[in-house]
């Protein structure tokens, strides 16, 4: 059973840096895209870094970057936030592709398995 728990968020100031982390089990065995997307009240989900697991990556702003560690066990994917902004404030939820089609990294309803979400507050 495929499983995704995220952790990291939390209250940061405008301006600081903030690293999350996706941790993936029970799909270690298959190829798999994972990606963060984020959500604000009043918005639509939306795209902010993926990673195949042949490695390609995207991200929506140069500021955030991602990272994947594949061992026998388990996946995790960390996205690493700086120059953090207030509207940069949302849920923040790691999901999983079952491929690793990068094409389609950016494609919300290619993504069949969610995480929770962790908050991420920015004040300015």
């Known amino acids: 059973q495929v499983q995704l728990v995220e952790n990291g968020g939390g209250l940061v100031q405008a301006g600081d840096s903030l690293r999350l982390s996706c941790t993936v089990s029970?799909?270690?065995?298959?190829?798999?895209?994972i990606a963060w997307f984020r959500q604000s009240p009043g918005k639509e989900r939306e795209f902010v870094a993926g990673i195949t697991g042949d490695g390609a990556f995207d991200s929506y702003t140069p500021k955030f970057t991602i990272s994947r560690d594949n061992d026998n066990a388990k996946i995790t994917v960390d996205l690493q936030m700086t120059s953090l902004k207030p509207e940069d404030a949302a849920v923040y939820y790691c999901?999983?592709?079952?491929?690793?089609?990068?094409?389609?990294?950016?494609?919300?309803?290619?993504?069949?398995?969610w995480g929770q979400g962790t908050q991420v507050t920015v004040s300015a």
């Open positions: 999901a999983l592709a079952p491929h690793n089609d990068w094409r389609l990294v950016r494609t919300i309803r290619e993504y069949r398995y």
């Open positions: 029970g799909a270690s065995d298959t190829p798999c895209t």
